[in-house]
């Protein structure tokens, strides 16, 4: 028990959820904290599950795990075999090990696999008041709900696996309020850049950031997630938006949640998930919803952001020598001058990512897309982020929209957000991407990308360069 | 895993801050199964050409910092993605101690669970340690965790501090699920009261 619980002092959201799973204090002081959900992928876990296998240890909670492949996989030819062999061998790896360990598995072929950060929340897998982990930085994305969830490495996904805990040191407590209410064409995706902008790509470090007030409070739950998302841009452990009625209602009826009384039962417990009135917080933030537009990336860091209408700016505005050197390498890696975005020629538009590869995602893109066509020379996939959005997005003619207008419509998968399958940039090629990371090579060697929200990419790919989406909307 | 006490070794400089674990190693050498080999990828689109050449002007392709077994960075260092590859690929290059004004929480952390001390230290001190890896060949930098100091090649040290747990698992070498294991009757308890008090918490289950 922490001191908090002890003496019944005002408590943080995330004060509620690291009480509620502290199992005991450490000799060294830190935590064991339980974790009540343990997501996993192909990439980060064959050595965790080679380091059970060769100490002759078990897992000790399938019925907590779930696994899925996602980053390596096809976006195409599915019916085929991974054509790329070591991919196939870590999604093969994958089959092997939750079959030998019984871990619960969505295998490649099925409706429900996808983005292990679409399908938690849509499966009900992840709900609020949880502790989350995955071997993935995003995993902040879960914190949408109302729950504690955070990336971890491998040894980490290994120490789950045996123990279904985690050796943990207690964050700071930051609160970032957005007053107020976005404007006309602006999404949680340029709430979440925005935010990176104000505070930097370090600004969060050390801290689980929980965001607040009507801006936030607004958003659907998949824009919570994806300003979730993001709060590992910002270098914070986690991120989290206090469940509500917009939660609840998101969590009802999805397959793993709760049923009937139960769920009754776990509302009237997730509606406790609230930062006390009088609660203090480490760091306050507050931001104004208003002064918020369609924002773009210029360099090769979340935080080197602007809105659509700014500039790539000069390095000689900056007064500290390694600073600017920082700034003129973006600018070179990225091809660009100081001076206006609007008009840059893009060669690749992305709409997909644990980010924004949601149906209402597919919803806003589609919007731009509708009677319009993708520009010559422009190469613009969309790669829905599971199977079900998949699904849901053709029953309702959103792939016909798209296609109709030139845009590829994909099999899902993490695909050109970290382009470890085919589905990457060649050196040189401008994307404009709705993922969630534009340092160097992340898309593929030599890549330059500019992250922006669904609406923003679609535009720009209808447009051939960097545009203004709410010229579209 | 290897411990860690004292270290004396070659420092590079690496003048940048956020350097993000994309670029300690980039996704596509991560279709790997094992810790192991992954040294000779490690920075790889900083060190390599697009055809595979090293780029001469790259500081660990240059001695003598070919043989770095110690980094000087700027802040916000490891940051981006959770990949505990970065770690492995730095320590199977022989790198076993990163220091810079700040580090990315994930990163590290998975350092510690690879014998690696990441080591954060003021600004000004950084760029003492940076400035001092101009004397070449002599640019030993001794990191003595036992007595938590940084010995700078002209003898002066500088104390640090570091969280007592972590200093103590590197300094033994200790693997943690062991040392987790021994509280199974903690966990078993916490989970089963869990199930009493809240029967309510699903579990995972396919099944359409
Ligand atoms: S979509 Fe991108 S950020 Fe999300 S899990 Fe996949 S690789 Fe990571």
């Known amino acids: ?473 | 895993m290897q411990a860690f006490t004292t270290l004396t070794g070659i420092a590079a400089p690496l003048p940048v801050a956020n350097i993000d674990t994309d670029q300690i190693i980039p996704a596509r050498f991560l279709k790997t199964l094992t810790r192991a080999g992954l040294g000779k990828s490690l920075f790889a689109g900083l060190r390599y050409d697009a055809d595979g050449q090293e780029r001469p002007d790259f500081v660990l392709n240059r001695a003598p910092y070919r043989q770095a077994e110690i980094l000087i960075a700027l802040d916000n260092f490891g940051c981006g993605s959770s990949r505990e590859h970065a770690p492995w690929a730095l320590a199977d290059f022989g790198v076993r101690c990163v220091i810079a004004p700040s580090f990315a929480d994930i990163f590290y952390n998975n350092c510690f669970k690879n014998g690696i001390l990441p080591l954060a230290l003021p600004r000004a001190v950084c760029d003492a340690l940076m400035e001092e890896t101009g004397l070449g060949a002599n640019a030993r930098v001794t990191v003595d965790l036992e007595r938590q100091v940084v010995v700078r090649a002209n003898g002066e040290e500088i104390a640090f501090e570091i969280d007592p747990g972590r200093r103590q698992i590197l300094l033994e070498g200790r693997d943690e699920i062991t040392d987790t294991l021994t509280h199974g009757q903690a966990i078993d308890t916490f989970e089963a009261l869990r199930t009493t008090a809240e029967p309510w918490r699903p579990i995972v289950h396919l099944e359409s």
Request: proline fraction near 6%; include cysteine.
């Open chain 1, 1 to 473: 028990m922490t001191a908090s619980a002890l003496t019944g002092a005002p408590k943080t959201l995330f004060d509620k959820i690291w009480d509620a799973h502290h199992v005991e204090t450490l000799a060294s002081g830190a935590a064991l904290l339980y974790i009540d959900r343990h997501l996993v992928h192909e990439v980060t876990s064959p050595q965790a599950f080679e380091g059970l296998r060769v100490n002759g240890r078990k897992v000790r909670r399938p019925d907590a795990t779930l696994a899925v492949p996602d980053h390596n996989v096809p976006t195409a030819n599915r019916d085929q075999e991974i054509s790329d062999p070591e991919s196939r061998l870590q999604v093969e790896t994958l089959v092997k090990n939750v079959a030998e360990f019984g871990v619960p598995f969505i295998p490649l072929a099925d409706r429900r696999q996808g983005i292990v950060h679409i399908i938690g929340p849509e499966l009900g897998a992840s709900l609020p008041g949880m502790t989350i982990v995955c071997g993935d930085s995003h995993t902040a994305t879960h914190g949408a709900l109302g729950a504690l969830a955070f990336g971890i490495g491998t040894s980490e996904v290994e120490h789950v696996l045996a123990t279904q805990t985690l050796v943990q040191l207690k964050s700071k407590t930051m609160r970032v309020t957005v007053d107020g209410a976005l404007g006309f064409g602006v999404t949680a995706k340029d709430l979440a850049l925005y935010i990176i902008g104000e505070i930097g790509t370090g600004g969060g470090t050390g801290y689980v950031i929980e965001y607040a007030g009507e801006a936030v409070r607004a958003l659907s739950m998949a824009g919570r997630m994806t300003l979730c998302n993001m709060a590992i841009e910002s270098g914070a452990r986690a991120g989290l938006v206090a469940p509500d009625d917009t939660t609840f209602a998101y969590v009802e009826g999805r397959p793993m949640a709760p049923k009937g009384e139960d769920f009754a039962t776990a509302k009237a417990y997730w509606a406790n998930l609230v930062s006390d009135p009088d609660a203090v917080f480490d760091h306050e933030v507050t931001l104004d919803a208003a002064k918020i537009a369609p924002m773009i990336t210029w360099g090769t860091s979340p935080e080197a952001v602007v809105p659509v209408t700014g500039e790539a700016p000069s390095p000689a505005t900056l007064s500290d020598p390694a600073a600017q050197a920082t700034r003129q390498r973006m600018l070179d890696y990225m091809g660009l001058k100081p001076g206006p975005l609007i008009g840059t020629p893009v060669d690749v538009v992305f709409i997909g990512s644990c980010t924004n590869a949601r149906l209402e995602d597919i919803r806003e893109a589609a919007k731009v897309a509708k009677d319009r066509k993708v520009a010559d020379g422009v190469r613009a996939l969309v790669v829905p982020g599971s199977g079900l959005v998949k699904a849901a997005a053709e029953a309702e003619g959103l792939d016909k929209i798209l296609v109709n207008a030139g845009f590829e419509w994909r099999d899902p998968g993490c695909s050109m957000c970290l382009g470890m399958n085919e589905d990457k940039l060649t050196p040189g090629q401008r994307c404009i991407s709705t993922s969630n990371r534009n340092f160097e090579g992340r898309q593929g060697p030599g890549g330059r990308t500019h992250l922006a929200s669904p609406a923003m990419a679609a535009a720009a790919a209808v447009s051939g360069c960097i545009v203004d989406c709410r010229e579209f909307l």
